[in-house]
């Protein structure tokens, strides 16, 4: 199963510090095919077929979480969890965009 956000293929804690647009790659292969499930937080948030590639737009610490995917036959299931924070930056008047990322 592969789980990350498209661009940042291997880490597992984001920080965003600029309203931004996201794609969730949530990925499962089995017999039979696996549900996608994400959560945010432990509550669900969508539902889809593999590969589910749900976009997002964060807007602010509201956005931030834990993004879990479950994948999920008659067969079991796995999971896995990445950390998004979002903290807008109102002092950043002159259009710079700043990302960091902290690899866990």
Do not use: W
Request: proline content about 5%; hydrophobic content about 30%; overall charge neutral.
């Amino acid at each position: 199963m592969e789980f990350f956000v498209e661009g940042f293929n291997y880490q597992t804690h984001i920080t965003f510090n600029e309203t931004t647009q996201i794609t969730l790659r949530c990925q499962g292969d089995g017999f039979p095919p696996p549900t996608m499930q994400l959560l945010k937080n432990g509550i669900e948030y969508s539902v889809g077929n593999s590969p589910f590639r749900p976009t997002m737009k964060l807007n602010g610490s509201q956005d931030t979480g834990n993004y879990t995917c479950i994948a999920a036959n008659a067969l079991g299931k796995d999971g896995k969890t990445v950390y998004i924070s979002c903290h807008i930056n109102m002092d950043n008047h002159q259009g710079y965009k700043i990302l960091l990322i902290s690899i866990c």
